[in-house]
Nanobody, 123 residues
Framework: QIQLMESGGGSVQAGGTLKLSCAVS????????MGWFRQAPGQEREGIAI???????LYAESVKGRFTISRDNANNTLSLQMNTLKPEDTAMYYC?????????????????WGQGTQVTVSS
């Protein structure tokens, strides 16, 4: 069982930037695909970016070109660089992991989850 812990959330104005990090601990060899998801108040959780062990990435259209996902396997960390933030990016952001190669943004496909970090973007 692996543990995931997000950090880096906060409050920014529209157009600003934030970088989220996710520290991975536990049985780290169990994760192959990792991703970032978010959930706004009153809405369902949605996938926004994933990266597999070969550094292949997939982004939701809503963040493509603004967000960049990356991973550092040596240090067991996952990151999300968020640029040109918009008020509609306001949400709780979660990192997640799956033990196999997976090219999916579906919440139901991921097995391990962190507790989340809040991102608030004001206009």
């Amino acid at each position: 069982q692996i543990q995931l812990m997000e950090s880096g959330g906060g409050s920014v104005q529209a157009g600003g930037t934030l970088k989220l990090s996710c520290a991975v601990s536990g049985y780290t060899r169990s994760y192959i695909t990792m991703g970032w998801f978010r959930q706004a108040p009153g809405q369902e959780r949605e996938g926004i970016a994933i990266i597999d062990s070969d550094a292949n990435t997939l982004y939701a259209e809503s963040v493509k070109g603004r967000f960049t996902i990356s991973r550092d396997n040596a240090n067991n960390t996952l990151s999300l660089q968020m640029n040109t933030l918009k008020p509609e990016d306001t949400a709780m952001y979660y990192c997640a992991a799956h033990p196999r190669l997976l090219f999916s943004l579906l919440v139901s496909d991921f097995d391990y989850w962190g507790q989340g970090t809040q991102v608030t973007v004001s206009s």
